[in-house]
């Protein structure tokens, strides 16, 4: 792994990171790049501009993770609740994508699912998916569990896989016999090589087999939903190509990608017929995720040095 890549996934990890670094106006400020704000106010009103100017939909997080107190954890979901109502009364075409541990996983299994299953019920009722996260390589299991107790009782649910996972063809494989939904995502935690490819080369090339398995599910028509989300421009040429080879038509997948990051491709895969949609964080507890994004590209750091020196 590239050794930047490693020091900001650790920091990623860092309570103390998380408490002092966090607060500095440098990070506070270079942070913006990825997210319009801190309030759900921000999110709806970046979910406008998308949809009035590039057509594009949305999905909307609010960031946090690893929440250790009950109480916490319930405030996120009546979050989420809340969310929902004010996306359905602007009439946005908005889904919701939420971590498991900051609905309380660690804490209470139960709970959470109970909180998930009430806002994929909420969900349902606005014709919207509810996507789950996928976190650290030791919570797959977990997440998994809990995805196909919600997806028994509400088919509008859909669970996000990591490609760098060697896991991941066998619990796709699963899903798709149970007919969800799956994004699939290269992966953007620290992993140890016992779970994970080391080496993007091979990381890349498990996303397009894996790509390649989900287009052949939708050529299937048994509802299966098959999102990608990524910004690599060569690996969505080839799911390109790879549907139309196999007859499948734009619109029966979707991709996925991050608020400020490729602009440009998204608004040209909407122009094109496709169906793209843009997730889009906000909240206050932003600082492992903002070192996530600034670790899949290195080159991001620049970018807040550049902010540092900037007058
Ligand atoms: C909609 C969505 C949901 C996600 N959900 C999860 C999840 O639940 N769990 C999880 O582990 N991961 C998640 N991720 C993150 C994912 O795992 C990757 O870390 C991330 O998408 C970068 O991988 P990439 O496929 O874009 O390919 P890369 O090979 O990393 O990037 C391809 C190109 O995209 C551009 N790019 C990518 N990232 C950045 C960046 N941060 N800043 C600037 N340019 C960039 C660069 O030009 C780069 O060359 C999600 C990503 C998306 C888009």
Redesign the pocket.
Known sequence: MHPVRSVLLAASESRWMRTHAANLPVFRKAVRRFMPGEELEDALGAAEVLRQQDGIAT?FTRLGENVRDVTEATAVASHYLDACDRIEQRGLDTQI?VKPTQLGLDIDPARCRDAVLRLAERAERQHAMLWI???QHGYVDATLELYHAVLARHRNVGV?L?AYLYRTAADLQAIVAAGGGV?L?????KEPATVAYPK?PDV?AA?LSLATTMIKAQTAGDGFRAVF?????A?VAAIQAHARAAGVPPGRYEF???YG??HGVQRRLARNGHRV?V?VSYGDHWFPWYM???A??PA?VWFVARTLFAR
């Open positions: 999905i994508s996260d996928m976190e996000c990591q994004r995502v290269k992966g953007a935690y993007k890349d996303y989300g990524t910004h690599d421009q690996i996925a990608m991050l990051i490729q949609r997730l996530r994004r600034l899949e590209r991001n």
